[in-house]
């Protein structure tokens, strides 16, 4: 009798061990979570990582949270990730074609046969222009000038000053105005004309060894008549300096005398990151340093005498 009950309990006691229990619901949920979440969470310490020390409701409720943060987190990650590395570069053919809509040449007589010659770049549909300042030495607001385009540049309009800064024209020193070298112009039309431009981001700075592409009608090494085959001139340059008025770069081609009033083109969004005012006076091109006006700079300088900002300015002046 004894050894029939001793072989019932060793029956009973294997079924209890193969029959597996069913799952607590917390358990369940828990694995259920861990294969929905798709974005990793922000990777702590041994001491920092949440735990599950006791199978209740609150636990699981702090997991599900986690899962239904993607969308927030993923929003964190693309503003404060480096637009470099989500952006692929725009292709340097598009910039270019661009380009030869949206930059120009302007042509402004200074005294009987005599011209001076600058760079400018379209920054809105109306056509306004951005260019230096020092191409308007001698001349006033409402003075016209000659504007070609194309490679080589041919002319297509005319257009008009509109702003010169006061700080500019007060300025002693090169120094003294190079804050406030920049002019805004108006191409002049007899009708409404929409025009292909370039936005200007005045909200960051670039880094140092940042590339960026340049684009202007450099006339230096031109070897024929700068009126009658000036080319426009497609480079890149590397910052070596950036502040909230100078931008200085190196190795570049476009480090020539006629390149004032080109433009500093960021790569991956195509918008202006610099206007160029000036080189350096090393006999080589390609030892000398281009200085650019940094958006930031015709913004503050723009907004102190006028009250707006470029984009107020620019849609106030059609």
Not at 93 to 101: E, F, Q, R, T
Not at 133 to 153: D, F, M, Q, V, Y
Not at 221 to 233: D, E, I, T, V
């Amino acid at each position: 009798m004894k050894q029939l009950l001793f072989i019932l309990f060793l029956i009973i006691l294997g079924l209890i061990l193969i029959i597996p229990l069913p799952e607590t619901r917390v358990s369940v949920l828990i694995r259920e979570i861990e294969e929905e979440i798709i974005f990793e969470p922000e990777v702590k310490t041994e001491d920092e990582k949440p735990t599950l020390e006791e199978d209740s409701p609150a636990h699981v409720e702090s997991l599900v949270v986690i899962k239904e943060e993607p969308k927030n987190e993923e929003h964190v990650i693309l503003e404060t990730q480096d637009i470099a590395e989500i952006l692929e570069p725009i292709a340097q053919s598009i910039i270019y074609d661009k380009a030869l809509l949206s930059i120009v040449n302007l042509v402004c007589p200074v005294k009987k046969n005599s011209f001076a010659i600058a760079t400018g770049a379209i920054v809105s549909p109306e056509g306004h222009i951005l260019s230096v300042a020092h191409l308007t030495e001698g001349l006033n607001i409402g003075s016209k000038c000659t504007l070609r385009r194309g490679s080589p540049a041919r002319d297509f309009a005319s257009a008009e000053l509109l702003f010169v800064p006061d700080n500019y024209k007060l300025a002693t020193t090169t120094n003294s105005q190079a804050p406030f070298d920049f002019s805004i112009w108006k191409i002049i039309t007899e009708d409404k004309q929409s025009f292909e431009y370039w936005d200007i981001t005045t909200d960051k700075i670039l880094d140092s060894n940042n590339n960026v592409l340049t684009l202007s009608y450099a006339a230096e090494l031109n070897s024929g008549s700068a009126l009658k085959n000036l080319n426009l001139l497609f480079s890149l340059t590397t910052v070596d300096f950036d502040d909230s008025y100078i931008v200085r770069s190196k190795s570049t081609i476009s480090a020539q005398e006629g390149s004032s009033g080109g433009i500093l083109v960021d790569p991956y969004t195509s918008n202006i990151r610099g206007m160029i005012f000036g080189v350096s006076k090393d006999d080589s091109v390609f030892d000398r340093f281009l200085f650019s006006l940094n958006p930031q700079a015709i913004e503050n300088a723009l907004k102190n005498e006028t009250g707006k900002t470029i984009k107020e300015y620019l849609g106030g002046t059609l």
